[in-house]
């Protein structure tokens, strides 16, 4: 059965060091996104990516943040400067239509020190 | 902005007990509802998505309802399993009355069936 993986399954950075976490989505699928889980709390959205643009973002993605699509394959998220508040379960997801079902992958657990 | 509440927080019933998970949200414009689960430390695993035109689904012992008029989901579970155990979430999914590819989580209900 298709999934989405994710990699690094689990990431320790220092303050102000860059992250970058990668997503291979299904492969028939054209939408991306990622969402993040601090620990004990909901699962929040914090972007949307189609045909290679940001189709909607949460206050949460600010400038540190970006996304990106290098290849047919992967979808990647980079936080610029990690902050202690960056630490978190951060989930890619994928569909095939807008209004379709979201797959996630396994996440990445990101912890800032 | 849509909000996600479910109902309850933690529920603990005995091994072949059925159960119903509460979801309730506040924008109706809904395209879909997504009920997942999610093991501790683990990713979200998709259960059932209900579209809007749909009134429930059904998959093997699960059985999601959704009432839009009433801002409502319900996911019953037939004959409870240790297995079951976890966390359940509820997602209202993208709005078209917002414009909004998201989903909006609750914050879950942690399920354990005592065999």
């Known amino acids: 059965e298709p999934e989405v993986t994710q990699t690094p399954s689990h990431q320790v950075t220092q303050m102000g060091q860059e992250v970058i976490l990668r997503c291979v989505p299904i492969s028939n699928h054209l939408y991306f996104y990622w969402y993040r889980q601090i620990l004990g709390q909901k699962v929040e959205f914090l972007v949307s990516?189609?045909?290679?643009?940001?189709?909607?973002k949460s206050e949460i993605f600010d400038d540190q943040f970006s996304v990106e699509r290098p290849d047919g394959s992967n979808f990647t998220l980079k936080i610029r400067s990690t902050k202690l508040e960056d630490s978190a379960m951060y989930f890619c997801?994928?569909?095939?239509?807008?209004?379709?079902?979201?797959?996630f992958g396994e996440g990445s657990r990101l912890t800032v020190l | 902005k849509q909000e996600v509440t479910q109902i309850p927080a933690a529920l603990s019933v005995p091994e072949g007990e059925n159960l119903v998970l509460n979801c309730s949200f506040t924008?109706?414009?809904?395209?879909?509802l997504q009920w997942f689960r999610q093991d501790p430390g683990k990713g979200l695993t998709s259960l059932l998505l209900?579209?809007?035109?749909?009134r429930e689904q059904t998959s093997g012992r699960l059985n999601a309802s959704l009432d839009k008029s009433s801002g409502r989901s319900t996911l019953y579970i037939a004959a409870s399993q240790p297995g079951d155990s976890a966390t359940y979430l509820c997602a209202g999914g993208p709005s078209a009355g917002a414009g909004s590819y998201q989903l909006t989580f609750g914050k879950g209900t942690k399920l354990s069936v005592i065999p």
């Open positions: 209900i579209q809007s035109s749909q």
């Open positions: 997801a994928s569909s095939a239509s807008v209004t379709g079902e979201l797959f």
């Open positions: 924008d109706s414009a809904i395209y879909n």
């Open positions: 990516f189609y045909n290679n643009e940001i189709s909607e």
